[in-house]
């Protein structure tokens, strides 16, 4: 038994609150990419952390993750990564279509990456009325030894991460992105007695 | 007479949320389905007045369950609740028959202004 193990109920609870905030992060999406995304019903898992290093490892060579800390009220905080997977963000380099003199690729996909996670985390926050600040989001670079000491220089320890896996499918093209919630286990504590809460209003 | 009501959503937290929201003064026979297929077997067994519809489910999403309305000329009061708030999204479901879109989490009182609009109040 750890922190992460949810019951049917408060399980069912965190997917429906995460829905809602997946859903104003993809309209925030489109209208970025001036485009329509199609949803999926997200996944939500659990993944050790050791784990997670070696699924970015997979997929090294041409992996973007772009890493940006939170922080609510009652010690709920964490750090968001977003990865993308190399043919994706290849597309996105497509889908984006940047002129020379404008952003470069970059700077622009740390500004998409900073419109889905704060999007999604402020709609989240505020349906378990909370309100997150945010650090500077940074685009990590694509070696597992960056990634790993980045991680482990968070100030908080962690062994598990909740992983939600959003499929953001785009008219003619299809990509996809991870987005991959570090959060401590006396975070996840506190989220749990706020889902309880709404849980016992239902 | 009671209104016959389906709420179909995937999330039980969702179903709840639409059914505690529903007015006193409307008396209603509710059911409840968890994907589009489950509520196409009864929206084609049963008359149905009002259907509450999530967008983002699996089996057969919301505007699969729209399509199939729409085809098989099965006619009754559509409000589609989703966390999928596009424009393009709420144009589509509107220009496959709903009556309204709400959003996500649903707020009683918009509910029931949206009831109220279309004569079930």
Known sequence: ?202 | MSTNVLICDDSNLARKQVFRSLPESLSTDVQLAKNGEEALDILRSQSIDILFLDLTMPVIDGLGVLQALKDENIALAVFVISADVQPEMQNRVMDLGAKAFLRKPVQLDILNENLRTHGFL
């Open chain 1, 1 to 202: 038994m750890n922190a992460f193990d949810l019951t049917e109920d408060q399980q069912d609870c965190l997917q429906e609150l995460i829905n809602v905030a997946m859903g104003q992060a993809s309209d925030q999406l489109a209208r970025y990419l001036d485009t329509f995304v199609y949803l999926k019903v997200p996944s939500i898992e659990q993944v050790k952390s050791e784990h997670l290093i070696d699924t970015l490892n997979q997929d090294l060579k041409e992996t973007a993750v772009v890493s940006q800390g939170f922080f609510g009220y009652e010690g709920i905080r964490g750090e968001a990564l977003l990865i993308y997977q190399p043919q994706d963000s290849n597309r996105l380099a497509d889908l984006l279509g940047y002129e020379a003199d404008e952003l470069t690729f970059d700077e622009q996909i740390i500004d998409l990456s900073s419109i889905l996670t704060t999007t999604f985390l402020n709609v989240f926050a505020s349906q378990i009325d909370n309100q997150m600040s945010y650090s500077a989001p940074r685009l990590l670079s694509a070696n597992l030894g960056t990634v790993s000491e980045h991680l482990q220089q968070q100030s908080f320890n962690w062994d598990l991460a909740l992983k939600v896996r959003i499929s953001y499918q785009v008219t003619d093209y299809s990509f996809n992105c991870d987005m991959v919630l570090l959060i401590p286990e006396q975070a996840i504590i506190n989220i749990k007695t706020v889902i309880d809460r709404i849980l016992e209003e239902f």
